[in-house]
């Protein structure tokens, strides 16, 4: 049996749009480290696309389609590449990743408008909280607490709405119980939410795919 021949490396003067060389080298590196391996061929299909918008005076955005799962190492890799990007996003439900990026040699804007936020939720809603109650029966009091403290964080970042979901029990973790909290049908995810979810769950997050095979967030949390 053959090994799935490799697909080739997109270089950065196979990148489309006039930009500047250093920028066609950032959109070629990320695009390679996010493209689907999974495929046959380039004409498959499922193989990744990449878009790229260069009418913008300061700016330049590029999209790519039918990307590979991202797990937390590798947005940490991209963000050494990109530097100081305006925006990462990944559209789950999209099937897609888009990025928006200055120009080289562009002038950063620091004047963004925030948007109001609304009042936060101070309790889950019962499509949330009924999966934690059955995944933590028979468990210590403080493991429910604890995962409905999570989800109560995510459900107040950035506007979130509604999401469906899963939490089950991993076996074969060595300290304490490690749970995996599937979200379902979730919306678009910002690199500054990642980032945010790093900086105040990092203590408890083992790890985090977000799986657009599937639509949705992977979180694997231990106390």
Not at 10 to 26: T, W, Y
Not at 42 to 59: A, H, K, M
Not at 192 to 198: A, G, S, T, W
Request: proline share 5%.
């Amino acid at each position: 049996m053959s090994a799935k021949s490799q697909l080739p490396l997109l270089a950065a003067d196979g990148v489309p749009g006039k930009l500047a060389g250093e920028d066609k080298q950032k959109i070629a590196e990320i695009y390679n480290m996010f493209r689907n391996n999974d495929v046959g061929s380039t004409s498959s299909p499922q193989c990744s696309r990449l878009r790229v918008v260069d009418s913008l005076t300061n700016r330049f955005k590029f999209v790519i389609t039918n990307p590979r799962n991202a797990t937390l190492s590798l947005l940490r890799a991209a963000r050494l590449k990109l530097g100081r990007p305006r925006e990462l996003v990944l559209d789950l439900q999209g099937d897609k990743i888009v990025v928006d990026c200055w120009r080289a040699k562009k002038q950063e804007n620091k004047g963004t408008k925030r948007r109001r936020q609304p009042p936060p939720l101070e309790s889950l809603p019962r499509s949330v909280r009924l999966p934690i109650q059955e995944a933590t029966s028979g468990e210590a009091e403080g493991d429910r607490t604890f995962l409905e403290g999570i989800l109560l964080w995510i459900l107040n970042h950035d506007d979130f709405c509604e999401f469906q979901c899963d939490v089950a029990k991993e076996e074969g973790y060595e300290t304490g119980t490690l749970y995996k909290l599937t979200l379902g049908e979730f919306e678009p995810v910002s690199d500054k939410f990642v980032r945010d979810l790093e900086q105040d769950w990092g203590a408890f997050l083992k790890d985090a795919i977000f799986e657009f095979s599937s639509q949705s967030v992977v979180l694997y949390v231990a106390k």
